[in-house]
């Protein structure tokens, strides 16, 4: 894989084309402990999710995951799968807009003039986690952090499924004082990390990985929970959930998000705005008797 690249800093690579041109997947049934995955230039990481794990390879890789299979007992090959990076992400990922946002990879220029209140600056690599802030739920998630922060002082976030990074990173731009950034999978934390590097913000945010379940136990100002209906539920359902003072739930269908609203209706909560997106996906900004 060829790159042009310079040196930003230590920690950090600014890439003037994407880093990726194509795409190397392998589908396989089966937990690979983080001991057992490849390594090398031409890996770029496992996404697990439940029982099943995606090992992603800028280059055909038959050879390496034949050896893991032969190698590792309960593993099983289902299907691979070769696309081009924008394919994987659904189009090109470029510069964009989201409200107040310029959400510009690292593979482009950096955005001209300085930032303002009205023009703030997110460098976003999403590497081959879903997150890039183009998804309808994420540019509503971004307005409700906006319509909050400009109106409260939000000094502890919780973002809960984090992705990218994005929500967290937008909470620092608009001044939130510390926020936790959290998902379970570990590629997705990893990502969000460099993210949080890549703007700066490594003394404001903190990124771990682990389940959003087990870290409501300490309240926060804000609770960002953009993230699967069975996971937000049973948040909802915690005793933490009602720490935090304000909350915004996304990621709803519309069917998922009936069931979230009977679910607050028998909380001391209340809903502040809501969003709709193409009568499918739903967003709520919320606060609790905290408030």
């Given at each position: 894989?060829?790159?042009?690249?310079?040196?930003?800093?230590?920690?950090?690579?600014?890439?003037?084309?994407?880093?990726?041109?194509?795409?190397?997947?392998?589908?396989?049934?089966?937990?690979?402990?983080?001991?057992?995955?490849?390594?090398?230039?031409?890996?770029?990481?496992?996404?697990?999710?439940?029982?099943?794990?995606?090992?992603?390879?800028?280059?055909?890789?038959?050879?390496?995951?034949?050896?893991?299979?032969?190698?590792?007992?309960?593993?099983?090959?289902?299907?691979?799968?070769?696309?081009?990076?924008?394919?994987?992400?659904?189009?090109?990922?470029?510069?964009?807009?989201?409200?107040?946002?310029?959400?510009?990879?690292?593979?482009?220029?950096?955005?001209?003039?300085?930032?303002?209140?009205?023009?703030?600056?997110?460098?976003?690599?999403?590497?081959?986690?879903?997150?890039?802030?183009?998804?309808?739920?994420?540019?509503?998630?971004?307005?409700?952090?906006?319509?909050?922060?400009?109106?409260?002082?939000?000094?502890?976030?919780?973002?809960?499924?984090?992705?990218?990074?994005?929500?967290?990173?937008?909470?620092?731009?608009?001044?939130?004082?510390?926020?936790?950034?959290?998902?379970?999978?570990?590629?997705?934390?990893?990502?969000?990390?460099?993210?949080?590097?890549?703007?700066?913000?490594?003394?404001?945010?903190?990124?771990?990985?682990?389940?959003?379940?087990?870290?409501?136990?300490?309240?926060?100002?804000?609770?960002?929970?953009?993230?699967?209906?069975?996971?937000?539920?049973?948040?909802?359902?915690?005793?933490?959930?009602?720490?935090?003072?304000?909350?915004?739930?996304?990621?709803?269908?519309?069917?998922?998000?009936?069931?979230?609203?009977?679910?607050?209706?028998?909380?001391?909560?209340?809903?502040?705005?809501?969003w709709e997106r193409d009568g499918i996906w739903h967003t709520f900004l919320g606060k609790t008797d905290n408030t």
């Amino acid at each position: 894989m060829s790159e042009t690249k310079h040196k930003k800093t230590k920690a950090e690579t600014v890439y003037h084309t994407s880093p990726y041109k194509d795409l190397f997947i392998y589908y396989l049934k089966g937990h690979l402990p983080y001991n057992t995955l490849p390594s090398g230039a031409d890996f770029i990481g496992n996404w697990e999710e439940d029982e099943f794990s995606f090992l992603f390879f800028t280059r055909p890789s038959d050879f390496i995951v034949e050896n893991m299979l032969n190698k590792l007992s309960g593993l099983k090959l289902i299907d691979k799968y070769n696309m081009t990076y924008e394919d994987w992400h659904g189009g090109k990922i470029t510069s964009f807009h989201a409200g107040r946002f310029l959400i510009t990879p690292p593979w482009e220029d950096e955005p001209q003039g300085k930032e303002s209140p009205k023009n703030l600056h997110i460098r976003l690599d999403p590497g081959v986690v879903f997150g890039t802030g183009t998804h309808p739920t994420t540019n509503d998630c971004l307005e409700a952090l906006v319509s909050l922060c400009y109106g409260e002082k939000i000094n502890t976030v919780l973002d809960l499924g984090t992705g990218t990074g994005l929500l967290a990173i937008a909470a620092a731009k608009l001044q939130c004082g510390f926020t936790l950034a959290v998902d379970f999978n570990f590629l997705a934390a990893r990502t969000a990390l460099k993210n949080v590097k890549q703007n700066g913000l490594e003394k404001n945010i903190i990124v771990v990985q682990g389940r959003a379940e087990e870290l409501l136990d300490k309240p926060a100002d804000l609770m960002i929970s953009n993230i699967h209906f069975d996971v937000m539920k049973n948040l909802i359902n915690t005793k933490g959930f009602l720490n935090n003072r304000f909350f915004i739930l996304s990621g709803l269908l519309r069917s998922e998000a009936g069931d979230v609203m009977d679910q607050l209706n028998r909380l001391p909560v209340k809903i502040l705005n809501t969003w709709e997106r193409d009568g499918i996906w739903h967003t709520f900004l919320g606060k609790t008797d905290n408030t």
